[in-house]
């Protein structure tokens, strides 16, 4: 009995499953959450709340569940596809920003007043429109009051927000935390019941294998139940051949023959970790919260992890998002750049993306 006892309170100090006791536990919350979110959803499909459409065509991309299900490498997508042809606008949150209200993206706008996600789209495409606002509706038309000559509007982070019509959206979702089986919060981690998923205009299925089966991409069709207006897609990270810094460039291979130190303050770097590895990158691993901010206490602990590997090729590798916020802060950092490739059927989502944009036009 006593030994019974001990492996009980060992199971127990297992974090893992304190965490998942916890979240059983608030199960109820989640269906007082859940009945919460489903009334404010019919409200607005009824029409008691209002939603706005606009004159431009405005391209929402968000998520049911909290965490990283690949936004931002998708914004990046939709502006390589679209800029070239049309004015293209990007306005988000800017999360944990230290501002409130509208910002436009400028020279003089820091990335702590504008956040990381929106300052790195603002520093990477010379040639878009970006800004933040809380309020997405307000947002929207100050960056059309702003700036005329505006085409589309992508909105980031999004999907919840229903005082905006969008003309199109794009529903996330992680090969390997599928929504089809999760809960609402705070005993999963859905922001509304998964039903939501029926707005949906087109569903990516992101941070696939490189090899999927036909097999497994009919399971999950199967899972998703899209309806008969909806798309599904299929889609994988690929990274940048080169990581760069402000005065230098190097092949991703070459990193097999540097210590590395590697920094994520991302909300799910597992794929970029299993990247380094399959390259062979021998790497010390300093992650941090999502967003975070890096203070004094941080870049100390990281100079003192890069000075302590041994040899003289090393170096500091990070994300292109996090580099945003380590700017000035350290110096010789290199990137590693993301992208979202589809798997297949990418030529039917950019038709569709472009069928929306010359429906206003």
């Known amino acids: 009995m006593f030994l019974g006892l001990l492996q009980y309170i060992y199971l127990f100090m297992n974090y893992k499953l304190i965490f998942r006791f916890f979240r059983s536990a608030l199960f109820p919350f989640s269906i007082l959450y859940g009945f919460v979110m489903s009334i404010r959803n019919l409200f607005f499909d009824w029409g008691f709340f209002s939603s706005r459409s606009f004159s431009v065509p405005v391209i929402a991309v968000g998520n049911l569940s909290v965490g990283g299900t690949g936004k931002t490498p998708q914004i990046a997508y939709l502006i390589h596809l679209l800029q070239k042809d049309f004015k293209v606008a990007v306005l988000s949150r800017g999360y944990k920003r230290k501002s409130k209200g509208f910002v436009l993206a400028s020279s003089e706008v820091s990335v702590d007043e504008f956040g990381d996600e929106p300052y790195c789209f603002y520093k990477k495409f010379p040639n878009i429109i970006v800004a933040v606002d809380e309020n997405r509706s307000h947002g929207i038309q100050k960056l059309l009051d702003c700036h005329a000559e505006i085409d589309v509007v992508l909105l980031d982070d999004a999907f919840q927000h229903r005082k905006v019509h969008a003309s199109f959206y794009t529903l996330l979702t992680s090969y390997d935390a599928l929504y089809t089986k999760d809960f609402v919060l705070p005993a999963g ?29 009919q399971r999950i069709l199967q899972k998703i139940a899209p309806t008969a207006l909806q798309q599904v897609f299929f889609t994988k990270i690929s990274y940048a051949p080169f990581v760069v810094s402000e005065s230098d460039q190097l092949p991703v291979a070459s990193l097999r023959n540097y210590a590395v130190v590697l920094l994520t303050g991302i909300a799910n770097p597992k794929p970029l970790l299993a990247y380094l590895t399959e390259q062979q990158v021998a790497f010390t691993h300093l992650s941090y919260p999502d967003h975070h901010s890096f203070g004094a206490a941080d870049i100390q602990t990281i100079q003192k992890t890069f000075a302590a590997l041994e040899g003289e090729n090393k170096l500091l590798l990070t994300t292109e998002k996090d580099a945003v916020r380590l700017q000035g802060k350290i110096e010789r950092l290199y990137t590693l750049g993301i992208q979202t490739d589809f798997i297949e059927g990418g030529k039917d989502f950019d038709t569709a993306i472009r069928n929306n944009i010359d429906s206003f036009y």
């Not at 019941?193 to 999927?212: D, F, S, Y």
């Open 189 to 217: 981690n859905l922001r509304e019941p998964r039903r939501g998923a029926k707005r949906a205009n087109a569903i990516l299925v992101t941070k696939c294998p490189l090899e999927i089966s036909t097999e497994e991409r």
